[in-house]
């Protein structure tokens, strides 16, 4: 919905040919091995997305349309609720379940991640992942702020095997005057440290977490059915299995930096940036020739 941007950002053109972020993820996703790009959508965006990428991706990979919708009656909840936006991203990868049968990654439309956590995150969904042993890419929180206001993060705890122990949302996180990091909840301001583990929504699973989260996302249906504002975050998924034993996460590290459009004031910079991996080679100049 981009509340806080003001505009469609998924479709918004960054690069030097007008390419979004999510080209670049594609095109370094195909160069990682991934062989399916599944767009999670609303099914009106979908003629617009359609126009966008179809042309490009024709022949390079296959494309499938997967459409988050408000229609609770396919989870057998048969409530009528009124909402503005759909129920989050935990949802969106539920709305995939019919769709998506063999091991895969999530990530977000509007974030850039970076070779890197591509090719780290194939290498996982080839020869480590299981049907209880997922994973998520993790980023030092300090790479992943906007200097124009607060962001949410996932806020890792990771033990000493690399495994993530409990995941906590934290909506305002922020760079402080003197460069540190810290985020505000309701009990004050907390200090983070600077290479704290955050999850920017890049995940790997298997088919198997459809059934895993179905019945925590009936339940949380239930107990949300009064606030319009409520969302099921895949953290709220992640945190569940691994307090009841049903899952393990490995935490892959990663040094590169993510960066997004959360802001307006923040599309110069993400086109800076772009331009520079251009200019020293990391991406040609056109991505679809």
């Given amino acids: 919905m981009a509340s806080r941007y003001g505009s469609m950002k998924q479709i918004d053109g960054f690069g030097p040919n007008g390419e979004t972020i999510i080209d670049y993820s594609i095109y370094d996703a195909i160069k990682a091995g991934f062989g399916k790009i599944s767009f999670i959508i609303r099914e009106e965006f979908a003629e617009p997305f359609k126009a966008i990428f179809e042309p490009k991706l024709k022949g390079r990979i296959e494309t499938d349309y997967v459409f988050q919708s408000f229609d609770l009656k396919q989870f057998g909840i048969n409530k009528e609720i009124e909402r503005a936006k759909p129920w989050g991203t935990a949802h969106a990868v ?21 070779y890197d956590s591509f090719e780290k995150m194939a290498r996982f969904l080839t020869t480590e992942v299981t049907d209880d042993t997922y994973s998520l890419i993790g980023y030092q929180v300090d790479r992943t702020l906007s200097d124009y206001g607060t962001v949410s993060r996932g806020v890792c705890k990771v033990d000493e095997n690399g495994n993530m122990v409990e995941i906590n949302e934290r909506t305002e996180v922020y760079f402080k005057e003197d460069g540190s990091v ?24 298997t088919p198997a977490v459809f059934k895993q989260s179905e019945p925590m996302f009936k339940t949380f249906v239930e107990e949300n059915a009064g606030n319009p ?22 935490v892959i590290p990663t040094a ?15 086109q800076k940036c772009i331009s520079e991996l251009v200019e020293n080679g990391t991406y040609p100049a056109n991505l679809w020739p």
């Fill in 256 to 270: 590169s930096k993510w960066f997004g459009v959360t802001y307006k004031e923040d599309k110069p910079i993400v």
């Fill in 94 to 114: 539920l709305a995939a379940r019919n769709q998506i049968n063999e091991p895969f990654c999530v990530i977000n439309a509007d974030d850039f991640y970076g």
């Fill in 229 to 250: 504002k409520s969302e099921f975050f895949i953290p709220i998924v992640a945190d569940k299995l691994i307090k009841t034993g049903q899952a393990s996460f490995k």
């Fill in 182 to 205: 810290a985020y505000r909840d309701a009990s004050g301001e907390h200090a983070l440290s600077s290479d704290t583990r955050v999850s920017m929504n890049f995940w790997g699973f």
